[in-house]
């Protein structure tokens, strides 16, 4: 590999680490607004599902038990809506963090068979170590380890939904 061979490698894996990067910081984001949402549209389950608390909410505020229920459904879709953000953001991390890795590793591969002792010095940065771990950390949703996070989310938002809609059929009519 030829020396400007070696400064492009570094600087689009630069690039790339810089993305992985940004994209951490919007996961973090992501995943937390979409669970606050999934809490919030459960605790509104929760709360509307006591006849008292819909008698409570329609005194206090003098708002009409339809206008909650349109509250808790744009709840409940902004929170699907973040978690479908979410899952492309992971993806695209994904596919970013397996080209850096798989570039580190023929780099290193390729200085291993080379034997210079100039070339075994160019293990990964720190940078770059750190941003890939970073990124690992990140991908999983708030309280939900594994790839199965945002179906759990979607699963809680759907029951949310179900929830809302058989415990206030009746008022809503």
């Not at 929170?79 to 290193?108: C, H, P």
């Amino acid at each position: 590999m030829t020396t400007n061979e070696n400064k492009d490698t570094a600087f689009n894996i630069e690039v790339l680490l810089e993305d992985i990067h940004l994209i951490t910081i919007r996961l973090r984001k992501l995943g937390m607004i979409s669970f606050l949402f999934t809490i919030i549209s459960f605790a509104i389950v929760l709360l509307f599902s006591i006849q008292t608390m819909q008698r409570y909410y329609y005194y206090l505020f003098h708002l009409p038990t339809e206008f909650y229920a349109l509250f808790f459904i744009f709840i409940i879709f902004f929170g699907m809506y973040t978690l479908i953000i979410y899952d492309r953001m992971r993806k695209k991390g994904d596919a970013l963090f397996e080209e850096v890795s798989d570039e580190l590793q023929w780099n290193i591969l390729q200085s291993v068979k080379t034997e210079k002792v100039s070339d075994r010095s160019k293990k990964p940065t720190l940078k770059a170590r750190v941003v890939l771990r970073e990124f690992i950390t990140t991908i999983d949703l708030p309280l939900v380890r594994g790839k199965h996070g945002m179906t759990i989310y979607f699963l809680i938002n759907i029951v949310s939904i179900l929830l809302f809609v058989f415990t206030n059929v009746r008022t809503i009519r």
